[in-house]
């Protein structure tokens, strides 16, 4: 499989470059970090938390963080400093395996693909896409899931609009539903 970062560095920046006409290389879109988080849905989950921080650090081969709720919500039986999800920031050589991994393994194996939505982009240029079982992923064993667990993943990209960074994603190959 050809490594992310060396495909960005020869044949994605200077595609954009042209097609953009950028002519300062630093204004080059490009991707940041991919943020892959979980979170538990009822407070009868609480105990999924080891679980989701487990499976998580099984798919990133980086560590998550737990997070906690900021606020009281009576509604939810929640109260501040309840742990209620976990995430890991991706950056660098780990940011454009997982994306390699992500691309060629994890999506052709969700069934009936046809594609990632197009409509996750923000106005920022960034891009969010929901994982609704991570069981697609080769990584974590079907077997061994206790609770079902989905997963969010942010691709954060310097492009100033939704325009280029769908061009940097699609030129790295993300498959997006025609």
Do not use: C, W
């Not at 798919?59 to 737990?66: A, C, D, M, N, R």
């Not at 206790?146 to 993943?153: E, M, S």
């Not at 769908?166 to 498959?175: N, S």
Request: proline content about 6%; glycine content about 8%.
């Amino acid at each position: 499989m050809p490594d992310m970062s060396k495909k960005y560095k020869e044949e994605v920046r200077p595609a954009l470059q042209s097609k953009y006409g950028i002519k300062n290389v630093m204004q080059i879109p490009k991707l940041t970090k991919i943020v892959v988080s979980t979170g538990v849905k009822t407070s009868a989950e609480r105990d999924a938390i080891p679980e989701a921080v487990k499976h998580l650090a099984a798919l990133t081969g980086q560590k998550p963080v737990v997070t906690k709720a900021r606020k009281n919500v009576a509604n939810f039986k929640l109260r501040v400093g309840m742990p209620i999800g976990a995430m890991v920031t991706l950056r660098g050589s780990r940011m454009y395996e997982f994306l390699d991994r992500f691309v060629h393994n994890v999506m052709p194996r969700v069934r009936d693909f046809r594609g990632i939505p197009k409509d996750g982009f923000d106005g920022f240029g960034n891009y969010n896409v929901g994982v609704r079982d991570v069981s697609v992923f080769t990584e974590i064993d079907p077997d061994k899931l206790k609770y079902p667990l989905g997963v969010n993943i942010t691709m954060v990209t310097t492009a100033g609009s939704k325009e280029q960074a769908f061009d940097l994603l699609k030129l790295l190959e993300v498959p997006f539903a025609e």
